[in-house]
């Protein structure tokens, strides 16, 4: 049973051009999280998603950032007009559950470079 | 404000040394806690987890952490450390609703041979 899978594992990216991210959940996991981690900072929780729906978009910047969970197909985490600000690991997680005692799995995460 | 506080960001043990991380958190209400661990260059995995019940929780490779409602801790604890325990562990809790789940800054642990 594969893991949570993320890609591409690096992603350099000069000013203004955008970012996608993708993650593919555990198989049969619904639920998916969207994570930042900066350097010497921890996780930061950006979004959170279920299958064509947003749950919780409290911690992403309201401008240049999006996230999409679509029926078919992997998560996607979309950073338009990237700064070097951006540059960051970036961790997507599932669960089989959003409530309750479900277990996130984590997945190897992507670092954003931004030139 | 819900968060998670690690206070030791950087530990240096010998092997065999005996381990303690700190964690407090600050949440109202129903709260479930975590530890992860990132290995070098490895994503994070679940090292334990308190949902409710017995407030100490074993976890894998001989770790556990005792959730003390009264101080708001979680603290990790190994008794006897081992170089492969070399790695970055992070407290996390969320609010038992659903996962939102927020983490400390991490501690990096530095096990010398």
């Known amino acids: 049973n594969a893991g949570v899978m993320q890609n591409p594992r690096h992603l350099v990216r000069r000013r203004g051009q955008e970012a996608r991210l993708r993650c593919s959940p555990m198989?049969?996991?619904?639920?998916v999280y969207w994570y930042r981690q900066l350097p010497e900072e921890g996780l930061k929780f950006m979004v959170y998603l279920q299958k064509e729906n947003i749950i919780d978009e409290s911690g992403m910047p309201k401008e240049r950032f999006s996230a999409e969970f679509p029926k078919e197909g992997p998560s996607i985490l979309r950073i338009q007009q990237v700064v070097r600000g951006d540059s960051a690991a970036y961790f997507c997680a599932s669960s089989l559950g959003g409530a309750g005692s479900y277990e996130q799995y984590f997945g190897p995460g992507t670092r954003l470079t931004v030139t | 404000a819900q968060s998670v506080s690690q206070h030791n960001h950087h530990v240096i043990l010998s092997e065999a040394a005996s381990l303690e991380l700190g964690c407090n958190y600050s949440y109202g209400g129903t709260v479930n806690l975590f530890w992860y661990v990132q290995y070098p260059g490895q994503h994070l995995q679940l090292l334990l987890k308190?949902?409710?019940?017995?407030?100490l929780v074993k976890g894998i490779k001989g770790f556990e952490a005792e959730f003390i409602k009264s101080k708001f801790s979680f603290n990790l604890r190994k008794p006897s450390v081992q170089w492969s325990d070399t790695a970055e562990y992070f407290c996390a809790a969320d609010s038992g609703g659903y996962q939102k789940v927020t983490f400390g800054t991490g501690t990096k642990l530095q096990v010398i041979p």
């Open positions: 308190y949902f409710s019940g017995d407030p």
């Open positions: 198989k049969g996991h619904s639920h």
